[in-house]
């Protein structure tokens, strides 16, 4: 059928029409698309160009340099040293298996140490480096740079790591640090991202701890280019970061290693402190430990060598060890009963060997009495009976209050790890504890320093430092912090009567200086040094009466753990007080026999600077002195080294 005119006409206008919708159509889009384009290119090129860079561009932690530990004088207890380290990357290394086997060719790597380093190839991704082997030695390091080429995928590195050139003397009071652990992480609120970066390391225990806020310094940081699989290309831009403080210590180095050597092989303590102004110079516990062996990971065996020891080298028993006082207590009884008014300095006791209440017999050490007593005689004989007396006058609760003034029974803050309370009990004690009354059998146990009276070695220290300065000093660790002097607040005033105090001190000068002193054996006869102290002893074995009967077995006699603690508190110079000093010595048996001739020597090292000088011993006792003296293990005054021993 022929098409119309009409219809060609009809025809070409329908088609013109659909034309210019499709056309417009087409223009819509070629406009919107247009329009989206320059939005996304002009307008939010700047977010864009962002997100393009994040992804291309990381930004990546530096571990700061951990600040260093010195003592009082800046020789330095804890450092940095280079640390030479070899790494692996497994999507570099190929077979991971032969290259860590011809590794382990050139340097010493155990069958333990092949394994945990494949486990932990696995476990992370295949570009992330892992850390075979580190704190090798120079030759070692250099034996895997020249085989490099042979040794795809492992790379030399050289770090920092911590050390402890003083390690034996300071573990106790520096302590050391580790790894950051899940727990170490969990008991902070908000963790500072660096605690999050492999193998960085904190404070674990003692100053490197508690000094962690200052020590550990701000991680810097390092812009790095990686590829589409996280793999570092190139280091674009670094900011190092501040490092940690540096700390100075109160402790005086050589001091220090002087009473650790001089407590040999012991289970003991010894804390100096200067009256003046609290400076601990020393706070010596003896077995020690090596703290490097902790910092480099510690093998089992060693670890169950320390734990297993029944001397437990790894407390701190200067400031953790908790011992009855026994009769270095009796200056709190005194005092208490002075202040109280329950006697007077010229009150006097008889001494028959015992005293009795309730049907009880509580026993003087001196098993035939010591007759009349006086205040100052009953410390220099250390008369139990003088003491069961004057607590029944007094009671507890003065007792603990004038204990507590002295620095009994209550926490020291130091720095350091597992500071113990103490306990001073009293009557409302008592009822906390055990729900249980408090009787004179427990004032009359409690006036010798024994039944549920406990002090710390530091706890004695400063008790003597404040009846040698009559003033409530405390203890202080730290000197400064990164140069500036730590502020010292001048101790107030004990408020205890200067004739009370002075009675306290004529009876410790003649605990060591009269013909029948306890501790006359450990006498000074340098006139600028004279010493003045208490001995005391405190049981940690009931004894029977039909022991007693029969006669008390000697401590050499029995099992060491069942013999007595001896004890020592002690200051110098007598008439111008400037040290004081505790020793306790775990089941050494008498305080004048054990703990005061450590005493003496450490003070004595204390007052010269050095080492003890021989003219302030008596001349009968110069030749043993100057023999033990010489054998003592000391370590290098500058290097911290210990001559002909493997424990440097």
Same mark, same amino acid.
């Given at each position: 059928?022929?098409?119309?005119?009409?219809?060609?006409?009809?025809?070409?206008?329908?088609?013109?029409?659909?034309?210019?919708?499709?056309?417009?159509?087409?223009?819509?889009?070629?406009?919107?698309?247009? %329009?989206?384009?320059?939005?996304?290119?002009?307008?939010?090129?700047?977010?864009?160009?962002?997100?393009?860079?994040?992804?291309?561009?990381?930004?990546? +932690?530096?571990? =700061?340099?951990?600040? +260093?530990?010195?003592?009082?004088?800046?020789?330095?207890?804890?450092?940095?040293?280079?640390?030479?380290?070899?790494?692996?990357?497994? /999507?570099?290394?190929?077979?991971?298996?032969?290259?860590?086997?011809?590794?382990?060719?050139?340097?010493? #790597?155990?069958?333990?140490?092949?394994?945990?380093?494949?486990?932990?190839?696995?476990?992370?991704?295949?570009?992330?480096?892992?850390?075979?082997?580190?704190?090798?030695?120079?030759?070692?390091?250099?034996?895997?740079?020249?085989?490099?080429?042979?040794?795809?995928?492992?790379?030399? &590195?050289?770090?920092?790591?911590?050390?402890?050139?003083?390690?034996?003397?300071?573990?106790?009071?520096?302590?050391?640090?580790?790894?950051?652990?899940?727990?170490?992480?969990?008991?902070? /609120?908000?963790?500072?991202?660096?605690?999050? *970066?492999?193998?960085?390391?904190?404070?674990?225990?003692?100053?490197?701890?508690?000094?962690?806020?200052?020590?550990?310094?701000?991680?810097?940081?390092?812009?790095?280019? %990686?590829?589409?699989?996280?793999?570092? #290309?190139?280091?674009?831009?670094?900011?190092?970061?501040?490092?940690?403080?540096?700390?100075?210590?109160?402790?005086?180095?050589? +001091?220090?290693?002087?009473?650790?050597?001089?407590?040999? /092989?012991?289970?003991?303590?010894?804390?100096?402190?200067?009256?003046?102004?609290?400076?601990?110079?020393?706070?010596?516990?003896?077995?020690?430990?090596?703290?490097?062996?902790?910092?480099?990971?510690?093998?089992?065996?060693?670890?169950?060598?320390?734990?297993?020891?029944?001397?437990?080298?790894?407390?701190?028993?200067?400031?953790?060890?908790?011992?009855?006082?026994?009769?270095?207590?009796? #200056?709190?009884?005194? *005092?208490?009963? *002075?202040?109280?008014?329950?006697?007077?300095?010229?009150?006097?006791?008889?001494?028959?060997?015992?005293? &009795?209440?309730?049907?009880?017999?509580?026993?003087?050490?001196?098993?035939?009495?010591?007759?009349?007593?006086?205040?100052?005689?009953?410390?220099?004989?250390?008369?139990? %009976?003088?003491?069961?007396?004057?607590?029944?006058?007094?009671?507890?609760?003065?007792?603990?209050?004038?204990?507590?003034?002295?620095?009994?029974?209550?926490?020291?803050?130091?720095?350091?790890?597992?500071?113990?309370?103490?306990? #001073?009990?009293?009557?409302?004690?008592?009822? &906390?504890?055990?729900?249980? !009354?408090?009787?004179?059998? !427990?004032?009359?146990?409690?006036?010798?320093?024994?039944?549920?009276?406990?002090?710390?070695?530091?706890? *004695?220290?400063?008790?003597?430092?404040?009846?040698?300065?009559?003033?409530?000093?405390?203890?202080?660790?730290?000197?400064?912090?990164?140069?500036? /002097?730590?502020?010292?607040?001048?101790?107030?005033?004990?408020?205890?009567?200067?004739?009370?105090?002075?009675?306290?001190?004529?009876?410790?000068?003649?605990?060591?200086?009269?013909?029948?002193?306890?501790?006359?054996?450990?006498?000074?006869?340098? =006139?600028?040094?004279?010493?003045?102290?208490?001995?005391?002893?405190?049981?940690?074995?009931?004894?029977?009466?039909?022991?007693?009967?029969?006669? %008390?077995?000697?401590?050499?006699?029995?099992?060491?753990?069942?013999?007595?603690?001896?004890?020592?508190?002690?200051?110098?110079?007598?008439?111008? =007080?400037?040290?004081?000093?505790?020793?306790?010595? &775990?089941?050494?048996?008498?305080?004048?026999?054990?703990? @005061?001739?450590? @005493?003496r020597d450490v003070i004595l090292a204390a007052l010269a600077g050095g080492r003890p000088p021989l003219s302030a011993y008596p001349s009968a006792q110069r030749g043993r002195i100057e023999t033990m003296l010489e054998e003592l293990p000391l370590r290098d005054p500058e290097t911290g080294a210990l001559e002909d021993s493997?424990?440097?």
């Amino acid at each position: 059928m022929r098409r119309t005119q009409k219809d060609t006409e009809d025809s070409a206008r329908t088609i013109t029409r659909r034309g210019l919708m499709m056309g417009g159509a087409m223009t819509a889009m070629v406009a919107a698309l247009g %329009v989206r384009m320059r939005y996304l290119q002009v307008d939010q090129a700047e977010e864009f160009k962002l997100l393009a860079e994040e992804n291309r561009v990381n930004i990546r +932690l530096i571990p =700061p340099m951990r600040g +260093l530990i010195q003592d009082r004088n800046g020789k330095l207890i804890a450092g940095n040293e280079q640390n030479y380290r070899v790494v692996i990357t497994r /999507e570099d290394a190929g077979d991971v298996d032969l290259v860590l086997h011809r590794l382990a060719g050139l340097i010493p #790597m155990t069958a333990e140490e092949l394994d945990s380093t494949l486990e932990e190839v696995k476990r992370n991704s295949a570009f992330v480096p892992v850390i075979v082997k580190d704190r090798l030695s120079w030759q070692d390091f250099s034996k895997v740079a020249i085989n490099a080429p042979a040794l795809p995928g492992v790379v030399p &590195e050289v770090g920092l790591s911590r050390i402890y050139p003083r390690g034996y003397d300071f573990a106790h009071v520096v302590g050391y640090v580790g790894a950051v652990s899940q727990k170490d992480l969990d008991e902070l /609120e908000n963790p500072d991202p660096v605690l999050r *970066l492999p193998k960085f390391q904190i404070g674990k225990i003692g100053t490197e701890r508690w000094m962690e806020g200052v020590l550990r310094g701000t991680a810097g940081t390092k812009k790095i280019e %990686v590829n589409a699989v996280g793999r570092v #290309m190139r280091e674009l831009e670094r900011q190092e970061g501040t490092p940690g403080g540096d700390i100075r210590l109160t402790i005086d180095a050589d +001091l220090q290693n002087f009473a650790q050597a001089r407590l040999g /092989e012991e289970s003991a303590a010894v804390v100096v402190m200067d009256v003046t102004n609290g400076d601990l110079l020393c706070c010596a516990s003896a077995p020690s430990f090596n703290p490097n062996l902790f910092v480099r990971g510690i093998s089992h065996s060693d670890y169950a060598s320390l734990t297993g020891n029944d001397h437990r080298p790894l407390a701190n028993k200067t400031v953790s060890g908790a011992y009855p006082p026994g009769s270095t207590f009796k #200056m709190v009884t005194a *005092l208490a009963a *002075l202040e109280a008014g329950a006697i007077d300095v010229g009150y006097r006791v008889r001494c028959p060997g015992y005293l &009795e209440f309730g049907g009880r017999r509580f026993h003087c050490h001196s098993r035939g009495g010591h007759g009349q007593v006086g205040l100052t005689q009953s410390l220099e004989k250390s008369c139990d %009976v003088f003491y069961y007396d004057v607590a029944q006058k007094v009671g507890i609760d003065k007792m603990a209050e004038m204990g507590r003034k002295l620095g009994l029974g209550v926490r020291h803050e130091l720095p350091m790890s597992a500071i113990t309370d103490g306990i #001073m009990p009293d009557r409302a004690w008592k009822q &906390e504890r055990y729900k249980q !009354d408090w009787r004179i059998g !427990d004032t009359i146990n409690a006036s010798i320093g024994q039944g549920y009276v406990l002090a710390s070695p530091l706890q *004695l220290a400063v008790m003597t430092a404040r009846i040698a300065s009559g003033r409530s000093v405390s203890p202080r660790l730290v000197r400064m912090i990164d140069g500036k /002097e730590q502020p010292v607040a001048e101790a107030a005033p004990l408020g205890i009567e200067e004739r009370f105090l002075q009675a306290m001190r004529q009876g410790m000068y003649d605990v060591i200086n009269s013909e029948r002193g306890t501790a006359r054996g450990s006498r000074v006869v340098e =006139p600028t040094m004279v010493f003045a102290g208490k001995t005391g002893t405190s049981q940690v074995r009931n004894i029977t009466a039909a022991e007693r009967a029969r006669g %008390v077995i000697s401590n050499d006699q029995l099992p060491w753990n069942r013999r007595d603690h001896a004890l020592f508190v002690g200051y110098a110079p007598y008439d111008n =007080p400037r040290y004081a000093v505790s020793v306790v010595v &775990e089941h050494g048996g008498g305080g004048s026999t054990a703990a @005061a001739p450590i @005493a003496r020597d450490v003070i004595l090292a204390a007052l010269a600077g050095g080492r003890p000088p021989l003219s302030a011993y008596p001349s009968a006792q110069r030749g043993r002195i100057e023999t033990m003296l010489e054998e003592l293990p000391l370590r290098d005054p500058e290097t911290g080294a210990l001559e002909d021993s493997d424990q440097a």
